[in-house]
């Protein structure tokens, strides 16, 4: 494991914690920019916001298969993410990693 990696973990681990330690990795790493917890945190901010974006538009479909299938594909996207990050793994998030590196560039 890379010293990138080692000194990024605990800001990427911490990153996916709900959308509150997603903010404090984030300013956890304002100084460092370690290049692995910045990975990871444009993650967890694009899961975050993607979330809440079709929750509020599944929201008024007043359905529970609808709304239980947004948190069941949002857990399981959840926990892909923290395992990268727990295996110190570059690993992006299925279908929107890559769009999240790429919109969210300002982290």
Known sequence: MSDTV???KNTAI??????????IAFS????????????HIR???GLWISFFALGFLIG?????YATMGLYIFFIILLLYGFTGAL???KQMVPLLGKLFQKWLGFI
């Open 6 to 8: 080692k000194q990024g």
């Open 14 to 23: 911490v990153s996916y914690i709900t959308i509150i330690g997603t903010l």
């Open 28 to 39: 956890m790493n304002m100084e460092a920019k370690n290049e692995f917890a910045v990975f």
């Open 43 to 45: 993650q967890a901010f």
């Open 60 to 64: 008024h479909a007043n359905s529970i």
């Open 87 to 89: 295996s110190g793994k």
